[in-house]
């Protein structure tokens, strides 16, 4: 399956952008979805994950109560809404499923087999 991330752009301090993940060469099914950041000189960071059902979703501590994950499975597509954005989202943003052998989430980049290219966030002060 190959995932497209767009929705990435220029936004000022507590603005808000939505993020979309799109599947294409297969459906995402009830694959367990993620979503990474990696800012400049910084390690890859988790987000956020979403179960296969979408009944079931984690956010890492720093986007908690701001940001939040879901998934539409006729539009084969995941989203992420961030509201009060803060310059410190400032990242390039990555899409990711695991394989459909796994029904957990998972915080752990190394767990997901499928990524999308990145989308880039910029949140100016």
């Known amino acids: 399956v190959q995932l497209q991330a767009s929705g990435g752009g220029l936004v000022q301090a507590g603005g808000s952008l939505r993020l979309s993940c799109a599947a294409s060469g297969g459906t995402l099914g009830r694959r367990v979805m993620g979503w990474f950041r990696q800012a400049p000189g910084k390690e890859r960071e988790f987000v956020a994950t979403?179960?296969?059902?979408?009944?079931?979703?984690y956010y890492s501590d720093s986007v908690k109560g701001r940001f939040t994950i879901s998934r539409d499975s006729a539009k084969n597509t995941v989203y992420l809404q961030m509201n009060s954005l803060k310059p410190e989202d400032t990242a390039v943003y990555y899409c990711a499923a695991r394989s459909s052998r796994y029904s957990s989430r998972s915080d752990d980049y190394t767990e997901y087999a499928y990524w999308g290219q990145g989308t880039l966030v910029t949140v100016s002060s």
């Open positions: 979403i179960s296969g059902t979408g009944a079931s979703t």
